[in-house]
């Protein structure tokens, strides 16, 4: 048996052992490339017998688990090979008898089963040249441009659209999504990939946000070692992968973490505490040395065994916060301190691996440096830019102009946090509308408005996030149990959109004006701003470039609008959101002003023409 000793055992209660999946769980044991059994190994402190039972002992307690009184319980099974299904019967002190699968577990049966599999690891990395530069890896100065990406209804072996879960046949693997993935992915210009959460979870409508299985890649999709081809094949072609991490709450399904040996072995102790009334699940209780042991060691996990290059915490407020409250003695400090150990232990064991808060509140240096007081993240999502600007784009014309703080107000604070502009999955569910659909007006008004709104976007500071189907103006909302419209793109107004995109993607990654000095006050300057005539204009700027962004969100052409620009300068029109062909032109200042006539519902980039520009 692989050892737990006295020192694991004292890391694991006081929450500073981060490397649990090395020796919990079900390993399999080999002599010589042959495997001879499993060992098993589980901590149930409030349990008097356990049992492994499981396909190979036709589900009988014929496998008892030794313990020497300290919680923990193991044992030995010969002939126990890869991809075998077992659970763990638990025995409290009360007599109660529970069934649950292994916290631990590497790998799990496909739903509506529950129970674990044993797994043998096999596939053997071969990105390390991307993992040798990645050390070096400096976001700041860095075009970073998330794609977002629910694998399970991204694309889909069947167009059939099922009122409840999809058969499992109906989905790609890790390995068939990989090629098709990548391709998108490189055409578009984008840097990276975000996969919604792909731990083990029953319920597909929970999109992965309440696991049951933290230690074990979804089997809906294949297996682990297809997992990790997906995301070395990502790194070959020089993609990015970050993962979805949840560890506020989890799933109270019965084989799950919950009351795990007959007490709150994960979650707070008070009910008050540990309900999450707004999921329905049970919140960790993060002040535990062992339910810290358990996270560190998995967020460990799947950056060292699955090579993952970023991670995104999910609802971040929610664990600043008791239960997501705001008042200021509602502060959690206990997961104010989990949360600053895991980017401790990310930007000292996984150098250039990118650490992103979704964060609603406005807490404040949560991408500020542990030893000036911060959280420690490295990106924060902007939510605030996100609501103020759709909400922005969903009134009138009209009545835009008397809400132009919408437009403006991020640009005030951009450089107080370093921000991701998040377009993510939630804004297009639950009745809100997919993005085009937001817009207001004719069909053809709201493709232009998407246009410009995408163009402003990719130019205001902060790296950019988007979920997918957000390329090619989606208009249905996502759906988990439907494919995207792919079919769309036969249509010209589509297939024209999506164009567009992909030039914008490309054209972000090319020009740092864009990118290089994002987190810098010195990267903005307002040109204009018009809130009447519904016009803002701003200039980007790099060591050696400089952009001029003009946006007209008004319904009506704009004429002679002028403008005061460095003096004797020369900007040239560079790219254009208008569906309209337009001609580069160029535009002359003289005694610090020039005037430029500009479409409806249209944004142009112009860089200005010179060698030295600051």
């Known amino acids: ?69 300290t919680g923990i319980f193991d044992c030995y099974i010969a002939d126990v090979k890869s991809q075998v299904l077992y659970k763990y019967l638990l025995v409290t002190h009360d007599g109660q008898e529970i069934t649950k699968a292994d916290p631990y577990a590497f790998y799990s049966e496909t739903r509506p089963g529950t129970a674990s599999s044993t797994y043998n690891f096999r596939y053997k990395f071969k990105d390390n040249d991307w993992m040798y530069q990645r050390v070096d890896y400096d976001f700041k100065s860095s075009p970073v441009s998330i794609y977002e990406l629910h694998l399970g209804s991204w694309k889909r072996r069947s167009d059939e659209q099922p009122d409840d879960a999809a058969p499992l046949d109906y989905f790609f693997s890790y390995k068939e999504l990989a090629p098709l993935v990548i391709e998108h992915v490189k055409d578009h210009g984008f840097t990276h990939i975000e996969l919604m959460p792909i731990m083990e979870h029953p319920l597909d409508a929970s999109w992965g946000y309440q696991v049951t299985g933290y230690y074990s890649a979804t089997s809906r999709y294949g297996k682990p070692d297809d997992l990790k081809y997906f995301i070395d094949q990502c790194h070959q072609a020089g993609i990015g992968v970050i993962l979805d991490w949840v560890p506020l709450h989890f799933c109270k399904d019965a084989h799950g973490l919950y009351m795990f040996d007959g007490s709150p072995l994960y979650e707070y102790s008070q009910e008050h505490d540990r309900e999450n009334h707004q999921w329905g699940t049970a919140n960790f209780d993060l002040g535990k040395g062992s339910t810290q042991s358990f996270l560190l060691s998995n967020i460990k996990y799947w950056l060292e065994q699955f090579h993952f290059d970023g991670i995104r915490v999910d609802a971040l407020s929610y664990l600043i916060y008791w239960r997501g409250e705001t008042d200021e003695d509602k502060i959690n400090h206990a997961a104010l301190e989990f949360i600053k150990r895991v980017n401790a232990l990310v930007h000292t064991e996984f150098k250039g691996v990118m650490m992103i808060a979704e964060d609603s509140s406005s807490y404040p240096k949560v991408t500020h440096p542990l030893d000036d007081g911060g959280l420690g993240f490295d990106l924060k999502w902007d939510l605030g830019w996100m609501n103020d600007t759709l909400s922005f784009f969903e009134r009138q014309p009209i009545h835009r102009t008397y809400h132009s703080n919408e437009i403006t107000f991020g640009m005030f604070y951009h450089h107080n946090e370093q921000f991701i502009l998040p377009l993510s999955h939630d804004e297009v569910v639950h009745g809100k509308l997919s993005i085009v659909e937001k817009m207001q007006g004719s069909y053809e008004d709201q493709f232009h408005q998407a246009r410009a709104y995408y163009a402003y976007f990719y130019a205001h500071p902060g790296k950019n996030h988007l979920f997918m189907g957000n390329e090619w103006a989606h208009v249905r909302e996502w759906h988990e149990y439907r494919q995207m419209d792919w079919f769309l793109l036969d249509y010209p107004i589509h297939q024209a959109f999506h164009d567009m995109m992909k030039t914008l993607t490309k054209f972000y990654h090319d020009n740092d004006a864009l990118w290089a000095k994002d987190f810098q006050p010195e990267t903005f300057e307002w040109a204009k701003i018009d809130a009447s005539a519904n016009f803002y204009a701003f200039r980007r700027f790099s060591d050696d470039q400089e952009l001029l962004i003009v946006n007209n969100f008004n319904d009506q052409n704009l004429y002679e609008v002028e403008l005061e620009l460095p003096d004797n300068s020369e900007y040239r029109l560079v790219f254009s959101s208008n569906a309209i062909p337009t001609e580069s032109f160029n535009l002359y200042v003289k005694d610090g002003k020039t005037h430029l006539t500009i479409p409806r519902f249209t944004t142009y980039y112009l860089e200005r023409v010179m060698t030295n520009i600051l």
């Not at 390993?27 to 495997?35: D, G, T």
């Not at 190994?41 to 036709?58: H, M, Q, S």
Request: proline share 3%; no cysteine.
């Open 1 to 69: 048996m692989t050892q737990f000793g006295e020192q694991d055992l004292y890391f694991l209660n006081t929450g500073q052992h981060t490397n649990l999946y090395e020796v919990m769980g079900a390993h399999i044991v080999k002599e010589r490339n042959k495997i001879l059994g499993t060992e098993f190994r589980v901590f149930a402190p409030n349990a008097r017998e356990v049992f492994v039972i499981g396909e190979f002992n036709d589900w009988q307690k014929t496998h008892p688990m030794t313990s020497d009184g």
